[in-house]
């Protein structure tokens, strides 16, 4: 298997923890305007989600957006649990993802639209996890896939 590709970003202390997954929302905080390390902790790209895989304990930054301090951690980009069409669900092959419907009062839809996942982007079909827990409103045939980024 392939080294995980990582990359160095700060996170606050409190939630600097092995295995914490986020999604990366973006730099829309006026106090790190001004900040000397922000270009180290808004260098993720927004809507990704991230896996902490590495805590670098010897690194802390005052910052006035998170309590205690930001620390240095390493991270990977996640996999993702998604719903997708039924016959582009097969293991290894490369999607696009596409919101495909709009309907936000249907049972998967949070399924439909992942966090952390762009829509027109490349992923892999990590693993194929089987049918869709509920019957599409649409009618169309859904498998439960893993996502991970190309």
Known sequence: MAKEK????????????QGLE??????????????KVRKVCHNLQSGKRYRVVGIRSNTRHDCPVHHEAAVAVDVAEAPVVALISADMAIANSKVS???S????????????????VIEGAKYVVGEVLGNAPDICERGRPLKLVELRPV
């Open 22 to 35: 986020f999604v990366y929302e973006g730099s829309t905080c006026p106090e790190c305007e001004g900040c």
């Open 6 to 17: 990582t990359k160095v970003t700060l996170i606050g202390s409190a939630l600097a923890r």
């Open 97 to 99: 993802y596409e919101f």
């Open 101 to 116: 419907c709009s309907r936000a009062g249907c049972r998967s839809y949070l399924l439909c639209h992942p966090d952390g």
